[in-house]
């Protein structure tokens, strides 16, 4: 079935645009007007969004962890270290308290906001089969972790084992397999190179979390502060099993998507850039646990904005996301930065998950985002401000042409 959806606006790569419709099946067919593409497409179905309405790319948020969907207030936001403790403290009751009715309820906030694909980084594959049922497409990021050498292999094992289910999933399910590495001080390099490598062999979308808090810096380039008492703590050890380069190294040779990077320098942020890989940017989450700000404007490379999970948010709506992002970067005029964060969670979050959606253009997945204005923007130029500001959910949202609200 052929679909014809006329908007006020629509964002494509040359901008906003007026007086044009798109016809769709699952994929995008055409962009004309409404009268060419009635007569090419005579049977097909007309859909006319209401009065100020623009037509986005379904929207992209490349990093989650729904297995914490159960945190209101059990962990401690403020600075890194004390809030790294409450998860070691309160992850299993968490966790255990997380069910799929739980992560359901926030798959739905994600799609109300307009999201149509994310990534779901899975400590413990708990949240597969809500992944599986969702109308979006989920990128599975199946998450490594383990620096004790004496575990590591028992780990990687049961980490080799959530891959293999994952890769085992119906192609319907729209899910892609994908591999997470925690963190540079987190796991031990023998089981990262080979976790690596497997990401290789099978082209999968590979992902870790990297310079979030100036503990994780100290810890790397001089094994001291605040998380030398962790691991003494947790793991009788008080040597990192790492450095800064080390675990860059390890993805020279295949992009990666490195979440936060708020404490990497310019040189670091440069190799990243160089190497051909790209950040994922979490405003919030950077700004709870007191992490600092991403100096997004200096950025030479590619990046997403994402909620993270709520074990270090309020919400998974990408809208509230942008809002914060909005107040955070205040050294960026406020036209433009809006323009980027659509940019962010479209077509460079698209590029990044390697999902063929992210732009409305013809051959792309046919995933879109209607965001209703409350009125007729007075200038073109505000378009995406006047989104960002207004749109607490979005009203319609399509995945692979189908209309899913
Ligand atoms: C580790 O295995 O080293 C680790 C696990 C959880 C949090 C931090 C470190
Ligand atoms: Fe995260």
């Not at 419709?21 to 497409?41: M, R, S």
């Not at 160089?274 to 200096?298: D, F, M, V, W």
């Not at 985002?369 to 009203?395: D, G, N, Q, Y």
Request: aromatic share 10%; with cysteine.
């Amino acid at each position: 079935m052929t679909h014809i959806i006329i908007a006020d606006y629509i964002y494509t790569p040359e901008g906003f645009q007026e007086n044009l419709a798109v016809a769709f099946t699952h994929i995008i067919k055409e962009i004309d007007t409404l009268d060419i593409l009635k007569a090419k497409y005579p049977h097909a179905n007309i859909i006319q969004t209401a009065e100020h309405c623009v037509l986005y790319p379904g929207f992209i948020n490349t990093h989650v962890h729904l297995e914490f969907s159960a945190n209101k207030t059990a962990l401690k936001y403020g600075s890194f270290m004390p809030w790294l403790d409450s998860v070691i403290e309160h992850r299993e009751a968490l966790v255990g308290k997380c069910d799929n009715e739980i992560m359901r309820r926030e798959c739905d906030t994600m799609l109300r906001s307009g999201i149509t694909t994310f990534g779901a980084i899975s400590s413990f594959g708990n949240e597969l089969e809500v992944c599986e049922e969702t109308p979006q497409r989920v990128v599975f990021f199946n998450e490594l972790i383990g620096s004790n050498a004496q575990y590591a292999d028992m780990l990687y094992g049961d980490f080799m084992e959530r891959v293999k289910v994952s890769m085992s999933c119906q192609k319907s399910s729209r899910i892609t397999p994908a591999i997470a590495i925690h963190s540079p001080y987190s796991v031990h390099p023998i089981i990262l190179q080979k976790a690596v490598n497997v990401a290789k062999e099978h082209t999968l979308p590979l992902c870790t979390h990297f310079l979030e808090s100036q503990a994780e810096r100290e810890w790397l380039e001089h094994g001291k502060g605040e998380l030398k008492g962790f691991f003494e703590k947790y793991f009788k050890t008080s040597t990192p099993v790492t450095n800064i380069q080390e675990f860059m190294y390890a993805f020279d040779r295949y992009p990666t998507h490195f979440t936060h990077c708020v404490q990497a320098n310019k040189a670091e942020l440069e190799y990243l850039a160089q190497k051909g890989h790209s950040i994922a940017h979490c405003p919030r989450s950077n700004r709870y646990l007191g992490c600092g700000r991403l100096a997004i404007e200096t950025l030479s490379l590619p990046y997403s904005v994402a909620t993270d999970g709520l074990s270090s948010n309020d919400s998974l709506n990408i809208f509230d996301e942008l809002r914060a992002a909005l107040m955070l970067h205040h050294q960026v005029p406020i036209e433009k930065l809006a323009n980027t964060l659509i940019n962010a969670i479209t077509t460079n979050a698209a590029e990044i998950l390697g999902i063929n959606s992210g732009k409305i253009e013809v051959g792309k997945l046919a995933d879109f985002a209607v965001v209703t204005l409350p009125e007729m923007p007075k200038r073109k130029e505000e378009i995406a401000l006047w989104s960002i500001l207004h749109t607490k959910e979005v009203s319609e949202v399509y995945i692979g042409g189908e209309k899913y609200i």
